[in-house]
């Protein structure tokens, strides 16, 4: 596949970049090697110091990162800016809390002393996706650079320039150029990269056949992999939550980055004596978003990055209308072939549909009646997916409660599902496994190894009586 930069706006190319050979690949991988043997060496606060200066350059530049996220994958530049916001806030999280996290940790045992002692493993291989361009791998980069780790990047092929920007800000912030490196590499490399003993971990966000088949390659060479797939989210409304808000928060959370998210509220479980009415309210706050040019200040939401995810969308829609979903809000393509697609609400979605069981990429509301709180829990639950869910009650101890039973990383009560530094985020089922972020998320590139000491014996050896 080309590496180039497509604007899914305007449909035209605007960058090609030729891809590194393996030599070249393999050059960087070595001069990260080496540097995975001294940046170890560094205390955590000059590491802190890089974070921090990372951070700051990511908000002094946030205007321009947000245009280049809208030129490469169709983000509006008002959210383009606040996920380079958000991108700093990260950096800023684990400089602060990093040493804090792989503090020793003393454990009681039969020794003189005993504990955990966290060190780094080494090179780490990120492949991410295009979706969120920066975050995505802040969210790695951030707590495994701090951790003493060192990083190669795999960015997806269609947005190079920003993955080669995030590279210029970290050696920008002082950060030995060798401990963080972008390689314009095809999918087809990654494989070899993974085999190769250097490369001591692999973290991936992306689709279950990519996470399949990286974890697949690290398994067979025996390499510690953390994956974030796909999701088919759950947003429970019960009958007693506060429908207009529920409503209005459905619309925003469905129609995140155009609903190219992962944690992006897809399946709305509404209890039956409200359904109507809660489509009624979602149709009209879809129908209020704004679309146009991912530079106007104005646009809410743009086009799909490419135009054959817009096919692949509508074609999912026309399958499970003709497996018996109807549309609420018909929304789509203008035309086969282009990347703009349109708020769409399917209702009447069961067992047996597209709708049903696949995740869609896009801003398509899948619409599904529960019996009552109990049946929404077991529609929710009954998914392959299990990243993120949101419940809507004003009985917040019901919803903690049914928070327990919902099969998913995390889960949200009365708000929409969001990733934080604070929190750790990641899924289980085919939605992947592992943690980012968070103290869980810096200790998944560490070797938490026990250290055992024994007691002191006194000079000359046991004394005697």
Same mark, same amino acid.
């Given at each position: 596949?080309?590496?180039?930069?497509?604007?899914?706006?305007?449909?035209?190319?605007?960058?090609?970049?030729?891809?590194?050979?393996?030599?070249?690949?393999?050059?960087?991988?070595?001069?990260?090697?080496?540097?995975?043997?001294?940046?170890?060496?560094?205390?955590?606060?000059?590491?802190?110091?890089?974070?921090?200066?990372?951070?700051?350059?990511?908000?002094?530049?946030?205007?321009?990162?947000?245009?280049?996220?809208?030129?490469?994958?169709?983000?509006?530049?008002?959210?383009?800016?606040?996920?380079?916001?958000?991108?700093?806030?990260?950096?800023?999280?684990?400089?602060?809390?990093?040493?804090?996290?792989?503090?020793?940790?003393?454990?009681?045992?039969?020794?003189?002393?005993?504990?955990?002692?966290?060190?780094?493993?080494?090179?780490?291989?990120?492949?991410?996706?295009?979706?969120?361009?920066?975050?995505?791998?802040?969210?790695?980069?951030?707590?495994?650079?701090?951790?003493?780790?060192?990083?190669?990047?795999?960015?997806?092929?269609?947005?190079?320039?920003?993955?080669?920007?995030?590279?210029?800000?970290?050696?920008?912030?002082?950060?030995?150029?060798?401990?963080?490196?972008?390689?314009?590499?095809?999918?087809?490399?990654?494989?070899?990269?993974?085999?190769?003993?250097?490369?001591?971990?692999?973290?991936?966000?992306? $689709?279950?056949?990519? !996470? &399949?088949?990286? #974890?697949? /390659?690290? %398994?067979?060479?025996?390499?510690? @992999?953390? =994956?974030?797939?796909?999701?088919?989210?759950?947003?429970?409304?019960?009958?007693?939550?506060?429908?207009?808000?529920?409503?209005?928060?459905?619309?925003?959370?469905?129609?995140?980055?155009?609903?190219?998210?992962?944690?992006?509220?897809?399946?709305?479980?509404?209890?039956?004596?409200?359904?109507?009415?809660?489509?009624?309210?979602?149709?009209?706050?879809?129908?209020?978003?704004?679309?146009?040019?991912?530079?106007?200040?104005?646009?809410?939401?743009?086009?799909?990055?490419?135009?054959?995810?817009?096919?692949?969308?509508?074609?999912?829609?026309?399958? $499970?209308?003709?497996? !018996? &979903?109807?549309? #609420?809000? /018909?929304? %789509?393509?203008?035309?086969?072939? @282009?990347? =703009?697609?349109?708020?769409?609400?399917?209702?009447?979605?069961?067992?047996?549909?597209?709708?049903?069981?696949?995740?869609?990429?896009?801003?398509?509301?899948?619409?599904?009646?529960?019996?009552?709180?109990?049946?929404?829990?077991?529609?929710?639950?009954?998914?392959?997916?299990?990243?993120?869910?949101?419940?809507?009650?004003?009985?917040?101890?019901?919803?903690?409660?049914?928070?327990?039973?919902?099969?998913?990383?995390?889960?949200?009560?009365?708000?929409?599902?969001?990733?934080?530094?604070?929190?750790?985020?990641?899924?289980?089922?085919?939605?992947?496994?592992?943690?980012?972020?968070?103290?869980?998320?810096?200790?998944?590139?560490?070797?938490?190894?026990?250290?055992?000491?024994?007691?002191?014996?006194?000079?000359?050896?046991?004394?005697?009586?």
């Amino acid at each position: 596949m080309p590496i180039e930069s497509y604007n899914p706006y305007t449909g035209r190319v605007l960058k090609r970049f030729r891809p590194f050979s393996w030599a070249k690949t393999a050059r960087i991988l070595g001069q990260a090697h080496r540097a995975a043997a001294t940046w170890p060496a560094t205390s955590f606060a000059h590491r802190a110091a890089v974070l921090r200066r990372a951070g700051a350059l990511l908000r002094e530049r946030a205007p321009a990162l947000a245009r280049l996220m809208a030129l490469e994958m169709g983000k509006p530049v008002a959210d383009g800016r606040a996920e380079a916001l958000k991108c700093a806030a990260g950096c800023d999280y684990y400089a602060a809390h990093g040493e804090e996290f792989l503090a020793d940790e003393l454990i009681a045992t039969d020794a003189g002393r005993s504990f955990v002692s966290c060190q780094p493993l080494g090179v780490v291989l990120a492949v991410m996706p295009w979706n969120f361009p920066f975050w995505q791998v802040v969210r790695f980069a951030a707590p495994a650079l701090m951790a003493g780790n060192v990083g190669l990047l795999k960015h997806a092929s269609n947005v190079p320039q920003c993955a080669l920007a995030l590279e210029k800000i970290f050696h920008d912030a002082g950060l030995p150029p060798a401990c963080f490196r972008t390689l314009l590499i095809g999918s087809d490399l990654v494989e070899q990269l993974i085999a190769d003993d250097r490369v001591r971990a692999v973290t991936l966000t992306g $689709s279950e056949p990519a !996470g &399949a088949a990286v #974890a697949a /390659a690290a %398994g067979r060479h025996i390499k510690k @992999t953390v =994956l974030e797939l796909g999701g088919s989210d759950p947003f429970i409304v019960l009958a007693d939550a506060d429908l207009a808000l529920a409503a209005k928060t459905a619309a925003q959370a469905r129609m995140i980055n155009a609903g190219q998210s992962c944690i992006a509220a897809k399946r709305f479980i509404v209890e039956k004596p409200i359904v109507k009415e809660f489509v009624a309210q979602l149709k009209t706050h879809l129908l209020a978003q704004r679309t146009g040019d991912p530079l106007d200040e104005a646009t809410q939401y743009g086009p799909l990055a490419r135009p054959d995810l817009a096919d692949e969308l509508a074609q999912q829609v026309a399958d $499970s209308v003709a497996q !018996g &979903a109807r549309l #609420a809000l /018909a929304g %789509g393509q203008d035309r086969p072939g @282009t990347a =703009l697609f349109r708020p769409a609400i399917l209702t009447h979605v069961k067992p047996g549909q597209r709708a049903y069981h696949e995740e869609f990429f896009g801003p398509v509301a899948l619409v599904l009646e529960a019996r009552d709180a109990a049946d929404a829990v077991r529609l929710a639950n009954d998914s392959r997916f299990g990243l993120g869910a949101s419940i809507w009650t004003q009985d917040l101890a019901k919803g903690e409660a049914l928070a327990r039973q919902v099969e998913s990383g995390a889960v949200f009560v009365n708000s929409m599902v969001k990733s934080m530094p604070e929190l750790p985020f990641g899924g289980i089922k085919k939605s992947g496994y592992g943690r980012e972020l968070s103290r869980l998320g810096i200790r998944e590139f560490v070797n938490q190894k026990s250290v055992w000491i024994g007691k002191a014996t006194p000079p000359g050896g046991a004394k005697t009586e």
